[in-house]
């Protein structure tokens, strides 16, 4: 019986470390640096994450100490959270699949539209002004915009067509692309004698360090390019854990069955020898 219960502790120590990533990850996601974290309350992440660790924490008292009640409720508790998770997963990865960066001709950097994310991200951000206008007010205070504007290596045009932008950078910090302005700085565009009516986003900036093009939906897009970034690389972290979880809990389904197999039929014996 020792024996068992040896094995069965061990294998719920190893489900409780494979929750340490995931609790990790939600962590990470909820207090990652950049406006794009008041979009998507991250915080579902962390708290599953908790509570797949508090879970696998009892599982593993409830191994070591013997107690099969407690050990029962966690191979339900724990069958309910992985489950949740997985939805999560498929979620996440589903809302960050669609790409609204699309490549310029002459340009290192990407342009952002709006259109080219998933329908349920547009609807949470454009669709809702106010908690879009904490997102502006996030981006314009966070000084991405302004480091761009004092960046002194940009001595030519072509020095800032040739660098790598960040999507907020690229939608928010300068004009689309299509709307045809001259470059005077990172920051400072002058436009055509004949305003285009390419793109929205084209009478939306301004030279303004407090405006720009915090206005646009190039912006918003931008945001949202940032946020789908940090959100594939949660997915990876996510998915790997999962399974990792998955295959160590069946393995702790199998030893916990085999425990309570072993308990009866000693006791059985037992019974019979007396």
């Known amino acids: ?12 120590f190893l489900v409780l470390l494979c929750t340490v990533p995931i609790a990790a ?3 990470w996601l909820a207090s990652a ?3 794009s974290r008041l979009i998507v309350a991250q915080w579902p992440v962390a708290i599953l994450g908790a509570l797949l660790f508090l879970v696998a924490l009892a599982g593993f008292l409830g191994a070591y100490r013997n107690r099969r009640g407690l050990l029962a409720c966690y191979l339900f508790a724990m069958a309910a959270l992985v489950t949740l998770l997985l939805a999560l997963i498929v ?3 589903a809302v960050a699949h669609d790409d609204g960066a699309y490549p310029v001709l002459g340009r290192a950097y990407d342009d952002y539209r709006l259109e080219g994310y998933s329908p349920w991200l547009r609807r949470y951000v454009a669709g ?3 908690r879009w206008e904490g997102i502006r007010a996030c981006v314009a205070g966070s000084g991405t915009c ?3 504007a004092m960046d002194s290596s940009f001595i030519v045009p072509e020095q800032f067509y040739m660098t790598r932008l960040s999507p907020i950078q690229s939608g928010c910090c300068k004009p689309p692309t299509v709307c045809g302005f001259a470059y005077a700085g990172p920051t400072t565009w002058s436009a055509p004698a004949a305003n285009p009516a390419a793109d929205a986003d084209c009478a939306a900036w301004s030279n303004d360090p407090a405006q720009l093009c915090y206005g646009c939906d190039s912006c918003k897009a931008g945001v949202l390019g940032a946020l789908r970034e940090q959100w ?3 997915n990876v972290a ?3 854990a999962a399974v990792a979880l998955i295959f160590v809990y069946v393995i702790g389904c199998c030893a916990f069955r085999n425990a309570q197999t072993e308990d009866m039929f000693r006791r059985y014996k037992w019974g019979n020898n007396y």
């Open 238 to 240: 996510l998915l790997v």
């Open 232 to 234: 594939r690389k949660a």
């Open 91 to 93: 979620f996440a990865f």
């Open 25 to 27: 990850t939600g962590v």
């Open 1 to 12: 019986m020792a024996v068992s219960n040896n094995i069965t502790a061990c294998i719920t």
């Open 128 to 130: 809702d002004p106010e």
């Open 33 to 35: 640096h950049g406006c």
């Open 146 to 148: 302004r480091k761009l």
